[in-house]
């Protein structure tokens, strides 16, 4: 009788159990999607007024500008987990963390307040580049201070004091410049010449080379794209209006000269 009652209450435990972690389960999902769109919705805004299409943004679903941030919280979640691991070996401290966040938000906050205008320095293409680590940076300082909350609960410390004074200032600041400097910075790429977007036909052709920039909505955007912000051409098509989509194609010039295009986007008014 002992062994049926005993064999019956481990299941029921181990039913428990799944049943209180569930709920758990589905509070992080929809914070992470909460969090996920509006980190989507910062890329975008950055993105589409870097190219000189604000208005885009407004156009973008809830799960396309989510979509738009899935690099960013990966790489938020695994420099969580890392750090989360690393707390729970004993190899990593609440001093640690915050020191490498801290050093991490500063190079980011150092390369993009140096490339987001390259002063002429640097090649405006890998200033972007720079300016879009810068961005990553970001990232990996804000799962490193998720990893220090960790740490800090580990060791009994109050949250509700420590988080005013120092991650939370940290964490806002890295949510507000991560996605400014990444966006900013893929911004200045695509919209110049030459373009690595992927070149489109339409069924009607209109004079204008046009390069897919994605999804807006339930149609696509294209951009005619300019070293000038200002000389740039958008559209909005519906997919059946494209007849092909391909690599962009490259001038008898450029193709013997890769150097011969050097010109700098100009800044959006």
């Given at each position: 009788m002992t062994d049926e009652t005993t064999a019956t209450r481990e299941p029921l435990r181990a039913a428990s159990g799944l049943l209180e972690t569930l709920p758990r389960l589905a509070?992080?999902?929809?914070?992470?999607t909460a969090v996920a769109y509006v980190i989507g919705w910062r890329l975008s805004s950055v993105y589409y007024t870097g190219l000189g299409a604000p208005w885009v943004?407004?156009?973008?679903?809830?799960?396309?500008m989510s979509a738009s941030a899935s690099w960013f919280v990966f790489v938020i979640v695994c420099a969580?987990?890392?750090?989360?691991?690393?707390?729970?070996?004993?190899?990593?401290?609440?001093?640690?963390?915050v020191r490498w966040s801290t050093i991490l938000f500063v190079i980011g906050s150092v390369l993009y307040s140096m490339f987001n205008d390259t002063f002429g320095f640097v090649n405006w293409q890998h200033g972007a580049l720079f300016e879009s680590f810068g961005g990553i940076l970001f990232a990996i300082s804000i799962g490193l201070s998720l990893g220090e909350l960790v740490a800090l609960a580990a060791d009994g410390r109050s949250l509700v004091t420590y988080?005013?004074?120092?991650?939370g200032p940290l964490l806002v600041a890295a949510l507000f410049q991560g996605p400014q400097a990444f966006a900013g910075g893929v911004a200045k790429v695509d919209g110049s010449v030459p373009s690595h977007l992927p070149?489109?036909?339409?069924?009607?052709?209109?004079?204008?080379?046009?390069?897919?920039?994605?999804?807006?909505?339930?149609?696509l955007l294209l951009i005619s794209?300019?070293?000038?912000?200002?000389a740039r051409v958008f559209r909005l098509v519906a997919p059946s209006m494209i007849a092909a989509i391909g690599t962009p194609p490259r001038s008898d010039a450029e193709a013997s000269n890769p150097n011969s295009?050097?010109?700098?986007p100009e800044p959006h008014p």
């Open positions: 509070s992080s999902v929809i914070g992470i943004a407004h156009l973008l679903t809830v799960q396309q969580t987990v890392f750090a989360t691991v690393g707390v729970i070996s004993g190899q990593a401290t609440a001093r640690g963390l988080l005013p004074h120092w991650v070149a489109v036909t339409l069924v009607t052709p209109d004079g204008h080379q046009w390069m897919m920039i994605g999804p807006a909505g339930d149609q794209p300019s070293n000038d912000v200002r295009v050097k010109g700098h």
